[in-house]
Nanobody
Framework: EVQLVESGGGLVQAGGSLRLSCQVSGFTFESYAVAWFRQAPGKEREGVSCITSEDRTTSYADSVKGRFTISSDNAMNTVYLQMNNLKPEDTAVYYC?????????????????????WGQGTLVNVSS
């Protein structure tokens, strides 16, 4: 059974930093991608960042470029999202997702409907 478990969320002041972790298990596909999404109250879920298992190519939404960094361990069992210079508009529930149909165009809002495996989410609350 595929499992994705996020951790690391919490309350942080604007300008601060936070690192999220996503533990991935039960995923046996040779090539896939893991992405971070977020959903703020009253808004649609949006792709934030993505990393591929094939070559560790990374992608970012325009809203987080230069502030967030996605990375993984060698086996891609854990995927991280380092968030720096956090802003109140970053407040959201953050989810990790993985799927053989997941392509990193999800950071542009394309292909999100094809993602089947999601974590439970972790709340990030950035205060002003």
């Amino acid at each position: 059974e595929v499992q994705l478990v996020e951790s690391g969320g919490g309350l942080v002041q604007a300008g601060g930093s936070l690192r999220l972790s996503c533990q991935v298990s039960g995923f046996t596909f040779e090539s896939y991608a893991v992405a971070w999404f977020r959903q703020a109250p009253g808004k649609e879920r949006e792709g934030v960042s993505c990393i591929t298992s094939e070559d560790r190519t990374t992608s970012y939404a325009d809203s987080v470029k230069g502030r967030f960094t996605i990375s993984s361990d060698n086996a891609m069992n854990t995927v991280y999202l380092q968030m720096n210079n956090l802003k109140p508009e970053d407040t959201a529930v953050y989810y990790c997702a993985a799927d053989p149909y997941l392509i990193c165009t999800v950071v542009h809002g394309i292909g999100v409907e094809l993602v089947n495996h999601w974590g439970q989410g972790t709340l990030v609350n950035v205060s002003s």
